[in-house]
């Protein structure tokens, strides 16, 4: 087996077995049991360079360079956080604990986030992210996605982006997460703002183009207006879309094939079949209701229409300040009606789904090797015992990290 240098030459990349897996997610239905976590017990993975080369049981194992002893370890996929808001200075510990102890909180939410943001230098917004880039990673999160949206300003948002693009390939550009205070009195100007000149300066660095279509935010016209500019400037849509109230957002992100339709509280019997007959991935994030004691996402009812789920962090300072995958598996079991197969099976394909990648969120031959160690014998212990912290090593393309 071999890989090109940079120097165009072939070079020899080096194998290396794990073994002695007790038990071994996929997430490939051809391998192992079937089923769509395509689980093997007793198993073992072969990693070539940064890619899963073999999968299957330990007996069979092909020789390698090197070999690693798993423990008798559950080894699962790394969790693909495929929703995020990670470029931003402060926090809003006043407002959660006001909220928490049943106090009303005027210090305007998101705006007190924008105004600590935009007054912070790019050397302590890069500082902030990755101090919580590496608190996901030990948690075992290998893929995130990352957004804008604390900036409002053209020059704030470009610089967001331009930060988390050097950290992640998935970057979205938000500058429609709310109308910025600057344009409280003309959000029609705001628009034309988001689509126009800020939309140019903050593509470069960007794959995808998100809006949150929401009462006091942005209506299903404007949404459409701003995912449709992005569109036509090579970014793919995703939308922050009926987290509060009904609403046009999931219809909307399923009619512009949004690779995600984020939160998907409120649905009507019409908004889960849309999301059942298209493209569209619904991606839950129980850490939002959580953390402001919402009506918690009917998770059984998509995935018994045939609805792709993925589940997420919603990392944010405001609404869901936590960065473990492990935590919201956890929650979604318990208040969302999901199995420990099916929010384990979303917290990693799932999110790929929602990023449209193959190449992560599974461990078959071909996939980047992402690997999570589990201090537990199955994958069920990240639900079984939450709150413990499981995951005790964890592989990024190949390397332990």
Known sequence: MSSTSSTGSATSSTTTLITNIASLVTNDPSLGDGSPLGLIQDAAVVIDGDRIAWTG???????????????????????????????FAGDRTQEFNARMSGRAYSAGGIRTTVAATRAASDEELERNLTHYLAEALRQGTTTFETKSGYGLTVEDESRALRIAAAHTDEVTYLGAHIVSPDHADDPAAYVALVTGEMLDACAPYARWIDVFCEKGAFDGEQARAILTAGKAKGLHPRIHAN???????????????????DHCTHL?????????????????????????????????????AGVTVALSTDCNPGSSFTSSVPFCIALAVRDMGMTPD???????????????????????????????????????????RPGVPLVREVWRRGTRV
């Open 57 to 87: 049981d330990s007996r069979k194992a092909p020789a390698t360079d090197n070999r690693v002893d798993a423990g008798g370890r559950a080894v699962i996929p790394g969790f693909v956080d495929s929703h995020s808001h990670l470029v």
């Open 243 to 261: 987290q509060l109230t009904y609403g046009p957002g999931v219809q909307l992100a399923v009619e512009l094939d949004a690779a995600s339709a």
């Open 268 to 304: 009507t019997d019409a908004d889960v079949d849309a999301l059942a007959s298209g493209a569209t991935v619904a991606t839950l994030l129980p850490g939002a209701e959580f953390s402001t004691r919402a009506e918690w996402p009917d998770a059984r009812r998509l995935v018994d």
């Open 342 to 384: 099916e929010a384990v099976w979303s917290a990693t394909a799932g999110g790929a789904a929602a990023l449209r990648r193959e190449d992560v969120g599974r461990l078959a031959p071909g996939a980047y090797a992402d690997l999570a160690f589990l201090d537990a014998p199955s994958h069920v212990h990240l639900a079984y």
